[in-house]
């Protein structure tokens, strides 16, 4: 036997050795994966097989790299060269342009990226004469993309009369010729996008059966990563290549597939075995990353899911700790116990800051926790995505905001000029920058008396200006005397950009939507601290000072120094800490409203939380929180069924009844959930602070709601009070006595003091730390 394979377990090597037919191998999280492809294509090697007559395919060209390069030091460089190894797109792309003029194409076809994409279908629209704020070109990119992954073309797409229904109640109707013309374009253009590089491939083979044999033939073993993670076009080209000989190997974890929004297609896996009546079934249940707690609780949520490849992981790592649920009194308290848990961790056990990653949902989610860190000093970066305040679209509300506090800022003006798009194009920009110039004015100077400074200008560009100019002119009237936070949410609606960005529920779309609220949501936090705190009117320029200190931190720090790891969950996927914080477990967050009625994507939300729980190697801390501002208004929350769906055996559970529970509650939840035909959580849009409806009625829950909470404020007495805990009390209020805020959850009053409207209570809050409040203001309890 090979010497490299006594580095194996049983279950590893079995799945190695077995190369007789096809087989699949079930890798459960922290179990090797990687190592047994590496360690399978290395004994095929040494076992006959030529390395140009293997072909494995990956997801990611990085992966690729790191497993030729593992093989590579097993049986040299010079052999593993030779390996056809690289994602679909990279292998396919090869195999085209050798075959290229079987399908009408030269062998130096061009292949156009996402941006390329967009601009055709953008000229194509404008040649039909379309309206581009309604045919927006990502989302006719989106639809034509998604046909292409289930391998419709354009005859197929425009007989299809679901998807034309589809079409027309998006106010879309014209997207199956939009998808001929561009169809028809890319071809007159000897041109391909990434789409199309499956599409021609699945085509080629299709058409050319002898080609199809000749790559069968050549390719002796096919190898797929990441099997749960391909679509519709990737499975069907696996199968054309592997159908004859059936030497086809496929590795995933179908309790790690959370790419159905990218067109992945988890039956790809499940009914691997079905497809392929002889094949070998493996699993590598031993999880090496995570300690026994964590991998136990992980499974005892996955076993909830209906769809599911059944295995037992088990973990001999140590026992560990318990999974600790954070309670929180909202989303700015839950952001305090994030960051003062890591502090803690830090000064206790010498964790590097590199050794945390808090994950969530939704990327809006992060701003409440990159500023409880920044509070406390503590280094972070987002991973895969901007910090909060470096996104276009925060960027670009925070310009409008810049030029109502000052009309003459020149940046503010050149970014938001023609956003959302007014027809004021960049000649015309550029006539004011040079009239600027040579009269030594700012641009809003010039903007104001445009025919003074000499730029001339058509009628109907002038009528333009003039609106822009009126628009802006109205907010810098409106800064001396109306409150930041209802400012913002009026120039938010007023400049257009919730028209804009509310016209489609792309993806792309949903995550600029939830970011602008939560910038509207923070501008609240931002007040109603300096209310609490006795300051009554603040301004919009006073917001400006502090996000500016903030947006000038997100610039510094590009070092390699340590630093805590913020991301999506989705981002996660592959990747591990010791210390991980699973934050927002709350209904409507996650699972997210938008998995609708269908078990299905229940089930995947499901799995996206098992992904989360599996990256903590050592620690493990889930949270929620009582309440978020959301749509405008303070929202009370319910604690997500998935903290049900966990053993309790293996939590740390706050002692309040609301997730305190027996175990076999949990089983019989689950139990009416999959038996219920009635809608179980909302489907379809969100609401928005902006759009004047209704909140959607509230969905059937499984967990016991919390209990209504009265927030009261605490009327001011016209009596001087003292500073020690001898103090009198003000309607109760003294020192010594506990609260409970609204915000920042749990407090000791340390002192009262001052009459009247200035009374004031300074509080030691257990997770915000010490505040002072303004009783005429404040909104908090006392408990009994």
């Not at 949902?361 to 406390?376: D, G, H, P, V, Y």
């Not at 936090?525 to 000038?552: K, M, P, Q």
């Amino acid at each position: 036997m090979t010497d490299y394979l006594n580095e194996l377990n049983e279950s590893q090597r079995a799945a190695v050795l077995y190369n007789d037919g096809p087989s699949l191998v079930i890798a459960g999280a922290g179990s090797g994966k990687t190592r047994v492809l590496t360690y399978k294509i290395a004994y095929l090697l040494d076992n006959g097989y030529e390395p140009w007559s293997i072909l494995a395919l990956t997801f990611t060209n990085k992966a690729a790299r790191e497993m030729k390069e593992r093989i590579a030091r097993r049986v040299g460089a010079e052999r593993a060269r030779y390996l056809w190894m690289g994602t679909f797109h990279s292998i396919f792309s090869r195999i085209l342009r050798t075959e290229a003029a079987a399908i009408g194409f030269s062998a130096n076809f061009t292949i156009y990226d996402a941006a390329d994409s967009k601009s055709l279908i953008k000229a194509i629209i404008k040649e039909m004469q379309l309206d581009d704020k309604v045919y927006k070109p990502g989302v006719v990119q989106s639809r034509i993309s998604n046909a292409k992954n289930h391998l419709m073309l354009p005859d197929a797409y425009a007989a299809s009369r679901e998807l034309y229904e589809n079409d027309q109640a998006a106010k879309i109707p014209a997207v199956r010729d939009i998808y001929r013309r561009y169809w028809e374009r890319c071809r007159q253009s000897d041109a391909m996008d990434f789409d199309d590089l499956l599409v021609y491939a699945y085509i080629l083979f299709q058409t050319h059966p002898e080609l199809c044999d000749k790559y069968a033939s050549r390719f002796r073993y096919v190898l797929v990563d990441e099997y749960q993670d391909t679509n519709y076009a990737q499975h069907c080209i696996v199968l054309q290549l592997t159908e004859k000989y059936r030497h086809v190997c496929v590795v995933g974890d179908d309790a790690q597939s959370i790419y159905s929004f990218r067109g992945a297609n988890i039956d790809n896996i499940l009914k691997f075995t079905s497809l392929y009546k002889d094949a070998r079934l493996f699993k590598l249940e031993q999880n090496y990353r995570s300690t026994q707690t964590i991998v136990k609780a992980a499974n005892s949520l996955i076993e909830k899911n209906r769809e599911q490849i059944r295995k037992e992981v088990f973990s001999e790592n140590d026992k560990g700790e318990p999974i600790t649920v954070f309670n929180a009194y909202s989303d700015v308290e839950e952001g305090e116990i994030v960051a003062n848990k890591i502090a803690q961790l830090r000064t206790k056990k010498g964790y590097s800051y590199d050794e945390f990653a808090v994950l969530y949902r939704t990327n809006a989610q992060s701003r409440i926790f990159e500023e409880a860190l920044r509070k406390r000093g503590v280094p972070y970066r987002i991973y895969g995505g901007l910090s909060f305040y470096q996104r276009k679209e925060i960027k670009d509300v925070i310009a409008y905001f810049r030029l109502a506090v000052n009309p003459n800022d020149e940046e503010a003006f050149k970014r938001v000029i023609n956003y959302p798009a007014r027809g004021i194009g960049n000649t015309t920009l550029n006539k004011i920058i040079d009239a600027a110039n040579v009269h030594r004015v700012s641009l809003w100077k010039v903007l104001n008396e445009p025919l003074t400074y000499g730029v001339s200008l058509t009628k109907g560009t002038h009528t333009k200006l003039q609106a822009f100019r009126d628009l802006i002119a109205g907010f810098v009237e409106a800064v001396s005397h109306t409150g930041a936070y209802e400012l913002g949410k009026d120039i938010v609606r007023q400049s257009g950009i919730i028209n804009d960005i509310y016209q489609d529920r792309s993806p792309e779309n949903l995550s600029r939507q939830e970011n602008i609220e939560e910038l509207i949501n923070g501008m609240h936090d931002f007040c109603a601290d300096r209310e609490e705190e006795g300051n009554t009117h603040i301004l919009l320029t006073d917001y400006l000072s502090e996000v500016s200190l903030l947006t000038d931190q997100d610039s510094e720090g590009a070092d390699d120094a340590p630093k805590v790891t913020l991301m999506t969950i989705h981002s996660a996927k592959g990747l591990e800490f010791k210390n991980v914080f699973v934050v927002g477990l709350e209904e409507n967050l996650f699972p997210s409203p938008m998995a609708g009625d269908s078990y299905k994507q229940l089930e995947e939300e499901r799995r996206l939380f098992y992904v989360a729980i599996t990256r903590a190697e050592e620690h493990c801390f889930l949270s929620f929180a009582k309440t978020r501002f959301k749509y405008g208004k303070v929202e009370f929350s319910n604690p997500s069924r998935f903290l049900k769906d966990i053993d309790a055996r293996y939590l740390n559970l706050p002692q309040e009844d609301i997730v305190s529970r027996k175990v076999e509650e949990g089983a019989k939840r689950f139990r009416r959930e999959m038996d219920s035909d009635t809608p179980r959580y909302i489907s379809g849009n969100s609401p928005s602070m902006f759009d004047g409806g209704e909140i959607p009625e509230e969905p059937r829950r499984f967990v016991k709601p919390a209990a209504p909470r009265v927030l009261r404020r605490i009327p001011a007495a016209e009596t001087s009070v003292g500073t020690s805990a001898s103090s009198p009390a003000v309607n109760g209020v003294c020192a010594g006595k506990q609260i409970e805020h609204e915000r920042f959850g749990i407090g000791e009053i340390i002192k009262v003091e001052g009459s009247g409207d200035n009374c004031k209570a300074t509080v030691r809050f257990r997770n915000a730390g010490e505040k002072q409040l303004l009783l005429k203001f404040a909104r908090f309890k006392i408990i009994e």
